[in-house]
């Protein structure tokens, strides 16, 4: 399992490649696929620059990270072997997360928020650093190093900028998550790592045993496309090997480790805030060859200090046959975590309902809290009409609890007591989900003494503080509002201006007097502020600069336009530097958009972007086709909505296309774009998009469409927000497929996927099957494969080759393209469009 979809991706490659597909792109080499392309200036600059710093702001708020990333990887890097198993994909030399699944940090700053001192933290050369977590005090921070053999935890103080070595190179990272947590003192950590005397690899034999088989006796266990499952008992065999582990408590100054507990697939330890028990979360056997990991058999254990079972808090056997809805969950606790304001209380949910949403209840699911020495019965904290989704804590009498339902796209929020569980909850906000422009916000948390997320309180007592997005016709502004516990009424305090995008990062002071926060402009990069309370006195923490001058000038504008049903569209407008329409007139056109499902045309209709983001392409972005003369369209909505009891699929098509002829009257209107030289794309679900579109209109002269699905017969218990099976809306599907009608594409389109996609649904046959029926049916088409890479594509040749395909596609079959004979015809499908015009969110 370990080389085979490398293997495969590579020949394919070659074997694609090698067809000479198109003149004027590379010819295929050595019969080893075509060599990787470089796109023109100034994209390979501006993808070679240093990116910017990612910042890590500590437990008391007194410091903050700088953390220095690597860039693209080198094709090499991605060659490494590396394991799929389960859905997970992990890298056997270190026994940590796969190439494919990793950002490396190469340097660490700390910075004084009071001061602005920085002290850059002495490391070995050519660190390569991932899973950093601070301290609850603030004095340290842990990370993981990487070593050629494998992965070492390390201890950095702040005071010093000195760090050191506290285990040798056998942390266990398989699941591509941080291995370790800090210990409510911050003297010492609690990390998985490799088990003693694990032994040698299993070998595999080369001659098989028997065959393989699996058998169901008729009991329905639908399962979305995994990616990556177990196949053979060899996968088992490498999965148990890998991913066993056992935990120790480390001193964080280094020194003797205690064991704790037995061996085993520990998926998380989160200790107690009294820190004297753990909670730990393992999985084991049967395992699975048909859902991925998180369905495997799992234990929810309460360990002592010494590592003994306090209490099994949940026994949960494999789990393959949950409904495919998406408010379907599993029977038995699940959510279990510690109350974060008590030093050892449980909280857990279980779901009355079976977990199936199509079983009727009043009750869906039940919040339960349980206090050490978690011998007593369980208290119910809150029953809820739809399904748990998270809990906000903050102290004995107050918490806040969200329930949502996906089916009407409902939120509720109440205010729970915690210190008398079963009283009635407080209701404090009633809404649909998908109203942005009525969005309260999200709690604003910061670690408590613990190291326990808990809301901040206001200084006397009676308020928390929200912060969110600020949705409006104009565009988000964010903003930072108080709630009075007692009412939850709300104030506001402050709100991001004109010409700024600022969003609140953290709140420093129990009076919000000092608030942290991250500006931008379309002119200046992102930074952080510190910010007093009331009034606009900000000052400048962080100086990063402009990564991609060359983009400097660049014009942005906000748009919105209607559909012919009413409902109102918006997109980002980017014209390329210099630009003048009267001068230059109508431009070359390129449009990058992702269709998202609605359930009311008034949330449809609403504004999702800032007119003040300041905007710089990285990695294979579709924005770098501005450095080419283009005018790009980043954005443009295509809602599909379900209005009056229909599924938003039900007129999928139509609505796609009503969608993308608003998008293209606008820019024509507007002068900015020629309509004879518009191209469309996108990545994914945008990719299925695109085929849609040069299948159902003529609006578009090309396409571009990467690592999409296009058959859905291929995907058949459901997709993207689609919960009805190929056996329940076989006629959906058809409609839906771009494949079914293969033989109406007489736009070019460009095909790209990565040869190791792991993405639920988009597995690469599905590029490979479409670029047959596309050929087959006399389509000018192209087909890339990129050797290595996943979903979204990593490796500096990879980047660089997809660029250059895009811009020599859109070159030839738009920018140069011949005037069109004739004007296109109005695309049929979309007269049929019948959605609701937009009236408020009302019903749920």
């Known amino acids: 399992m370990q080389r085979r979809t490398l293997t495969t991706g590579r020949a394919l490659a070659a074997a694609v490649l090698a067809a000479g597909l198109g003149a004027g ?44 990333r690597e860039n693209m990887p080198a094709i090499a890097e991605l060659a490494e072997p590396e394991l799929h198993l389960a859905g997970i994909r992990m890298n056997p030399r270190i026994n940590g997360p796969a190439p494919s699944r990793v950002t490396w940090i190469t340097g660490i700053a700390f910075q004084d928020v009071a001061t602005g001192a920085k002290r850059r933290l002495a490391l070995p050369a050519a660190s390569r650093l991932a899973f950093t977590r601070w301290s609850p005090d603030g004095r340290r921070m842990a990370f993981v190093s990487a070593t050629r053999t494998g992965l070492e935890l390390w201890v950095a103080e702040v005071a010093t900028g000195l760090a050191h070595r506290v285990t040798p190179g056998d942390v266990n990272a398989a699941f591509g998550q ?7 003192d911050s003297r010492s950590l609690i990390v998985a790592r490799i088990p003693a005397g694990r032994g040698a690899v299993p070998a595999a034999s080369a001659v098989p045993a028997g065959p393989l088989v699996e058998e169901n006796a008729g009991r329905p266990t639908p399962a979305p496309t995994y990616e990556d499952l177990l196949k053979t008992p060899q996968d088992e065999r490498l999965f148990e090997h890998y991913f066993t582990s056992r935990l120790y408590r480390v001193p964080a100054a280094g020194g003797v480790a205690a064991a704790l507990g037995t061996p085993g697939i520990h998926v998380g330890v989160d200790p107690s805030p009294d820190g004297r028990y753990l909670l730990v979360t393992r999985l084991k056997k049967p395992f699975s060859y048909h859902v991925t990991a998180n369905r495997f058999p799992t234990e929810v254990l309460v360990l002592d200090a010494q590592g003994t079972t306090v209490r099994r808090v949940a026994d949960l056997p494999l789990a393959e046959d949950l409904p495919i809805a998406f408010d379907a969950v599993r029977t038995g606790p699940r959510a279990v975590e510690w109350r974060s304001d008590a030093p050892a209380t449980l909280t857990w949910v279980e779901a009355q309902d079976r977990g199936n949403p199509a079983v009727q209840a009043a009750v869906r699911d039940r919040v339960f809290v349980l206090d050490a020495p978690f011998t007593g019965t369980p208290a119910t904290l809150i029953d809820l009409e739809h399904r748990f989704s998270g809990i906000d804590w903050a102290r004995g009498d107050f918490a806040m609890v969200t329930s949502r339902w996906w089916n009407t796209r409902w939120e509720k929020r109440f205010a729970v007591d915690p210190s008398h569980p079963g009283a009635a909850p407080r209701l404090l906000s009633d809404r649909s989900y998908d109203d942005r422009y009525g969005a309260p916000g999200d709690a604003v948390t910061q670690p408590n003494a613990s190291g326990h997320p808990v809301m901040v309180m206001t200084a006397d007592g009676r308020g928390v503080y929200l912060s969110g997005e600020g ?8 903003f930072l509002d108080r709630m009075e516990v007692a009412t939850g009424r709300m104030e506001r305090l402050w709100q991001a201006k004109d010409p700024y995008y600022e969003t609140v990062v953290a709140v420093l002071s129990p009076d919000a007097g000092r608030v942290l926060t991250r500006r931008e402009s379309q002119t200046e990069a992102p930074n952080y502020f510190l910010r007093s309370l009331p009034g606009d006195d900000a000052r400048k923490l962080t100086d990063f600069a402009d990564p991609a001058p060359q983009f400097a000038g660049v014009q942005r504008q906000l748009i919105t336009y209607p559909r012919k049903d009413g409902v109102t569209l918006s997109a980002t407008l980017y014209l390329p530097a210099g630009y003048d329409a009267r001068r230059d007139g109508p431009l070359p056109m390129f449009m990058w958009a ?81 309509r004879d030289r518009i191209g469309v794309g996108g990545h994914s679900y945008g990719a299925f998009m695109t085929a849609n579109l040069l299948a159902h209109s003529d609006l578009f002269r090309a396409g571009i469409a990467r690592s999409g699905a296009y058959n859905r017969t291929l995907t058949p218990f459901g997709f993207q927000a689609e919960q009805r099976t ?5 006629d959906i599907y058809t409609k839906m497929s771009p494949f079914t009608y293969a033989n109406q594409i007489h736009a070019p389109i460009l095909l790209i996927h990565g040869a190791n996609d792991d993405n639920t649904g988009t597995f690469p046959v599905q590029s490979e099957r479409m670029y047959a029926a596309l050929k087959g049916n006399g389509a000018t088409v192209r087909y890339v494969v990129l050797p290595y890479e996943t979903h979204g594509y990593r490796a500096r040749e990879s980047v660089m080759h997809t660029l250059a395909e ?39």
């Open 25 to 68: 792109h590379a010819a295929a080499q050595d019969g080893a696929g075509a060599r990787y392309l470089t796109p023109p200036a100034p994209i390979p600059q501006i993808l070679d620059a240093a990116p910017t710093p990612g910042v890590s702001v500590s437990a008391d708020g007194r410091t903050i990270a700088l953390l220095s």
């Open 178 to 184: 941080a291995p370790y947590d800090w210990m409510p």
């Open 471 to 478: 949705a409006s016709r104009r565009g988000n502004y964010p």
């Open 594 to 674: 992702y269709p998202r499902e609605f359930r009311d045309a008034a949330a449809a209709s609403q504004v999702s972007d800032s007119p003040n983001r300041f905007t710089r392409p990285s990695g294979a972005s579709h924005l770098f086709l501005l450095t080419q003369g283009y005018a790009v369209l980043d954005g443009p909505a295509m809602p599909i909505i379900g209005a009056n009891g229909a599924e938003p699929n039900d007129t999928y098509v139509e609505q796609l296309v009503a969608s993308a002829q608003a998008a293209v009257e606008k820019v024509v209107e507007m002068g900015v774009a020629d």
């Open 726 to 730: 190929y056996w329940g809306a076989t």
């Open 806 to 844: 895009m811009t020599t596609w859109m070159d030839r079959y738009v920018k140069h393209a011949a005037p069109r004979l004739s004007p296109p015809a109005p695309p049929a499908a979309a007269a049929s469009t019948t959605i609701a015009p937009a009236a408020a969110a009302t019903s749920h």
